[in-house]
């Protein structure tokens, strides 16, 4: 079954920060855009950040800027999601999905319905104090 396996959320105090982990089951991820998105209780998902296929392009949620840094590790077949500082509105389940895009530099962090694939079943990050 070609999905990612997210890890790494858990609960964390206000300006607190996490190691989010993105593995990929079944499939090379070195072949795909990988993004990471958000959904918090009543809202809708939402895009965090994405990285490139060659790791060249890499956005960012207006929302997580300066906070949030996405990386990718071919070899482990894994892509990671630093978050800093975090707070309370940063209290989501978050997941990574894959895209394929011809330009191997660019991502889509708010990409159209239907883009990103494989999706796993989400990490919980709780900010609360």
């Known amino acids: 079954q070609l999905q990612f396996v997210e890890s790494g959320g858990g609960l964390v105090q206000p300006g607190g920060s996490l190691r989010l982990s993105c593995a990929a089951s079944?499939?090379?991820?070195?072949?795909?855009?990988i993004g990471w998105f958000r959904r918090a209780p009543g809202k809708e998902r939402e895009g965090v950040s994405c990285?490139?296929?060659?790791?060249?392009?890499?956005n960012y949620a207006d929302s997580v800027k300066g906070r949030f840094t996405i990386s990718r590790d071919n070899a482990k077949n894994t892509v990671y999601l630093q978050v800093n500082s975090l707070k309370p509105d940063d209290t989501a389940v978050y997941y990574c999905?894959?895209?394929?895009?011809?330009?191997?530099?660019?991502?889509?962090?708010?990409?159209?319905?239907?883009?990103?694939?494989?999706w796993g079943r989400g990490t919980q990050v709780t900010v609360s104090s």
């Open positions: 990285i490139s296929r060659n790791s060249i392009g890499t």
């Open positions: 079944g499939f090379s991820l070195d072949s795909y855009a």
């Open positions: 999905a894959a895209d394929w895009d011809r330009d191997p530099a660019r991502c889509l962090v708010s990409p159209p319905k239907g883009r990103y694939r494989y």
